[in-house]
């Protein structure tokens, strides 16, 4: 009978079978004070690069802890390159959209200012906090970047020019996104494997200007989520959805764990 997995832990340093791994304050913590787990416990790790391992606490104390990595559980897996770009949002439904960005596959999140966002600071590190949290249950092999918000101007001015962009506009000319994927799939099959991007305003939605500058640049294409007006994180979660849905990974199962 196979061991019993406690948790999964994501960890910085590189994972093969007879390391030892040091794990910070934060997550031997986590392990003693939280789980209440002994030295012969068993856990997952996963550091994005060398997929995922089986490991043993070889011993514990009050903010330290040390694993002894003994096997490969999972090989490592290709995963959309797909970014998130929001204008922030209150804390709480920020929180949300971190987590959800993150169990729908982003490979980075970037929070943006607008013309009506109404948030004057983004604590990046709680973010990344939250995108950690959420890769470790979701049983993700990756963790998405995080990056500073920054301003719209800066946005577009920075922009990769090959990596094709989404805008959910709530207002003027757009297609309805499942009509929109289902297009771009139709004339490759492929293009689940290019750079993407999905872009979503603050609640005041885009402002006119912003919508202009978007609208006429070659990479960005304008689409809908339906006739209801919805809030910022529903329209990230319903966004990232139907791209998954229709040009990601959906098609894959989640790992067996018959044997955890």
Known sequence: MAAKIETRLHVDAHIEAGTTLGLDHAGAHFLRSVLRLKPGAMLAVFNGQDGEW????????????SLEVTELRRLPEPEPDLWLVFAP??????DFVAEKAVELGCSLL????????????????????????????????????????ISFEKLLADWPTERR?????????????GEVL??????????????????????????????????????????GLGPRILRADTAAVSALA???????????????????
């Open 54 to 65: 089986l490991a043993r606490i070889d011993g514990i104390g009050k903010g330290w802890c």
């Open 89 to 94: 949002i209150k804390r709480a439904r920020l």
């Open 110 to 149: 970037q929070p943006v200012f607008t013309g009506y966002t109404d948030v004057s600071r983004v604590n990046s590190e709680r973010l990344a906090a939250n995108a950690r949290e959420a890769a470790e249950q979701c049983e993700r092999l990756s963790l998405p970047l995080v990056r500073d918000v």
């Open 165 to 177: 962009l989404l805008l959910c506009a709530e207002s003027g000319a757009a297609r309805p996104i």
């Open 182 to 223: 289902q297009d771009i799939r139709a004339g490759d099959p492929q293009a689940g494997r290019e750079p993407w991007a999905i872009m979503t305003g603050p609640e005041g939605g885009f402002t006119k200007g912003e919508l202009d500058a978007l609208t006429k640049l070659p990479f960005v294409t304008p689409v």
């Open 242 to 260: 139907c791209w998954q849905a229709v040009l990601g990974d959906w098609e894959k199962r989640p790992p067996d764990r018959s044997d955890a």
